[in-house]
């Protein structure tokens, strides 16, 4: 599986972004997905994840409230909608795919692909 993670940029304080993750070759159908992100200087970062079937999205405590994650198996695709972004969420982001367990979610090495990572800027 191929993933491409699009829809970084630059925001300001208190706006949004919506991050897509496409398999360009493969399907995610049967993947759980993930979403993590890795600041300058600092290590990787789990933000949130969901289910292959798409079941409830569990979320770091550090976007809970702000980030919807969601997926559409027809299109092949995993989106995270990001509201209220703050300057501490910039950082590249990456989405995953992986079969682990859902209490394993938030553990990168469980990841089997990986996309390519968009940058996400958060501006004070």
């Known amino acids: 599986v191929q993933l491409q993670a699009s829809g970084g940029g630059l925001a300001q304080a208190g706006g949004s972004l919506r991050l897509s993750c496409a398999a360009s070759?493969?399907?995610?159908?049967?993947?759980?997905m993930g979403w993590f992100r890795q600041a300058p200087g600092k290590e990787r970062e789990f933000v949130a994840a969901i289910s292959w079937s798409g079941g409830s999205p569990i979320y770091a405590d550090s976007v809970k409230g702000r980030f919807t994650m969601s997926r559409d198996n027809a299109k092949n695709m995993v989106a995270l909608q990001m509201n209220n972004l703050k300057p501490e969420d910039t950082a590249v982001y990456y989405c995953?795919?992986?079969?682990?367990?859902?209490?394993?979610?938030?553990?990168?090495?469980?990841?089997?692909?990986w996309g390519q990572g968009t940058q996400v800027t958060v501006s004070s």
């Open positions: 070759e493969g399907t995610v159908r049967q993947y759980s």
């Open positions: 995953g795919a992986t079969k682990t367990v859902r209490s394993n979610y938030a553990n990168g090495d469980a990841y089997y692909y």
